[in-house]
């Protein structure tokens, strides 16, 4: 996947096109390992970790052709973020009285309607015009930063998804519209799918989420993700998020006290609804949960 920890860590060596996108893409024999054998034992266990059985075509709303969209995003101020307290694991509280009513989880087949769009942006203070790029199928989502590439079909085993590109350039990589040509162009990118029911989405969704702790613990000097936060607006409504903190602040092997990341990553579900959130803007804590906070609004 394009930007995120690649372009906000600064650590893989510069490069054009496809070959950047994929510079920060190195296997953890380690914590890839040691993530497939848990989830693996937890799957013997329990038997949640159970590949659905193939289905048959998608419905027909979802083999549209690629689109594009522009919308410039608006300009507004607060866009800063508190610095987060260091700690495993933590809880933000769903929207309180006054915010609306809450979402409800969804059912059915996911749409473009359901994925974040640009305009979400402009509430965290990004000015430049943002282009949407859709595709639906499968390939690489954000599952490869530490544990080694792999498609959304190869993990999880489902017929394919919606990929959404959101990025302020209109050049994109070759065979792939949602990533940008230039890794400094792509703002996020989300991959959303339906499962055949909400127990098996929650299924998808521990184990999306399983694949991104690794990363959470990699050497000093090396790009890390964050503690995780979990956002719940209600009964069958939650996401997953971890910040991007650079190289040159993990000096311990894990995200430093009381800095503020560089964008992060998400995983989302909403009732038989799932995904993956990237966002690859350099942006703190409070934009980045706020941008989670919309997509599984929409979700």
Known sequence: M???????????AAGGGRTAVRARYAVRPRSAV??????????????????????????????????????????????????????ASGTAPAAGPGSGPAPKAATGPVTTADLLDPAA????????????????????????????????????????????????????????????????????REVAAEAQNPALAQNFFERLLLEEVPCQDEPPGHWVYGRTTTLELGPGLSASWMGTYQG????????PEGKEPCGGIAVLRSGNHYG????????????????????LSRL
């Open 248 to 255: 040159s602040l993990n000096t311990t092997g894990t995200a």
């Open 121 to 188: 942006f402009g509430t965290v203070g990004i000015t430049a015009p943002i282009h949407a790029r859709d595709r639906f199928g499968d390939g690489a989502y954000a599952n490869s930063a530490c544990t080694g590439e792999k498609t959304l079909t190869q993990t999880l085993g489902g017929p394919g998804a919606h990929f959404r590109g959101l990025m302020t350039g209109t050049r994109t990589a070759p065979g792939d519209p949602t990533v940008a040509l230039r890794p400094a162009d792509q703002v996020a």
């Open 2 to 12: 394009n930007g995120g920890p690649g372009a906000a860590g600064g650590d893989a």
């Open 34 to 87: 040691a993530a497939l054998v848990a989830a693996a034992a937890c799957g013997l266990v329990t038997g949640r970790f159970v590949l659905p059985p193939l289905p048959g075509a998608a419905h027909p709303a979802a083999r549209s052709a690629p689109a594009t969209q522009h919308v410039p995003a608006r300009a507004t101020a607060g866009a800063s973020a508190t610095p987060p307290t260091h700690s």
């Open 276 to 295: 993956v959130l990237e966002v690859d803007a350099c942006l703190g804590t409070a934009a980045v949960s706020g941008i989670v906070r919309t997509a």
